[in-house]
Antibody, heavy 120, light 111 residues
């Protein structure tokens, strides 16, 4: 089982980035997926989750209306479209597999993370 | 400020049993499963406990979880130096159309 993030980088405040998470080694359509972030020196913050089918999505309040989670089940890939980025969005973004088809706290499989830096 | 409350630090000596607590409310811990994660410096978090007290395959039985009402605890017995890490609790929260909440984390120091 493997999940691997990509797409991080340096962006100016107000800009956009699209993160991707490639999954392999398991039946992607059987698992919800989640994005979790960690600002430098800070704790974990759940960002967003999507059900296995993709028909339901959930967000933490601070990113609602700015971030969009989606998945392409034909390509075993999870996405996070991040618009109107703010300096406080600077963090390592982790992709994690859920334990079931419904969104729950992240399961055992996490990626290595991708760093997003938003400059002011 | 995190929705789930954890003490920022804890400590113990090798061989000792330590407990890390996580306090929530009726909308999260009180009505949903609790998860626990271990994060070593510079690495991704690792799932230690799911569904309040279940260990994934490969997690030593020195780690155990429990829940009572709106609080949960992670116990580590036979403390080892390699257990020095940050520990986080998490749960689904039924409020605001549903979301996951994390605790602020507890830094465990092995003296």
């Amino acid at each position: 089982v493997q999940v691997s993030e990509s797409g991080g980088g340096l962006v100016q405040s107000g800009g956009s980035l699209r993160l991707s998470c490639a999954a392999s080694g398991f039946t992607f359509t059987n698992h919800a997926m989640t994005w979790v972030r960690q600002a430098p020196g800070k704790g974990l913050e759940w960002v967003s989750g999507i059900t296995a089918s993709g028909d339901s999505t959930y967000y933490t309040d601070s990113v609602k209306g700015r971030f969009t989670i989606s998945r392409d089940n034909s390509k075993n890939t999870l996405f996070l479209q991040m618009n109107s980025l703010r300096p406080e969005d600077t963090a390592i973004y982790y992709c994690a597999r859920g334990g079931s088809t419904s969104v729950t706290p992240p399961g055992f499989y996490w990626g290595q993370g991708t760093l997003v830096t938003v400059s002011s | 400020q995190s929705v789930l409350t954890q003490a920022p630090s804890a400590s113990g000596t090798p061989g000792q049993r330590v407990t890390i607590s996580c306090s929530g409310s009726s909308s999260n811990i009180g009505s949903n499963y609790v998860y626990w994660y271990q994060q070593l410096p510079g690495t991704a978090p690792k799932l230690l406990i799911y569904n309040n007290n279940q260990r994934p395959s490969g997690v030593p039985d020195r780690f155990s979880g429990s829940k009572s009402g709106t609080s949960a605890s992670l116990a580590i017995s036979g403390l080892r130096s390699e257990d020095e890490a940050d520990y986080y609790c998490a749960a689904w929260d039924d409020s605001l159309s549903g979301h996951v909440v994390f605790g602020g984390g507890t830094k465990l120091t092995v003296l």
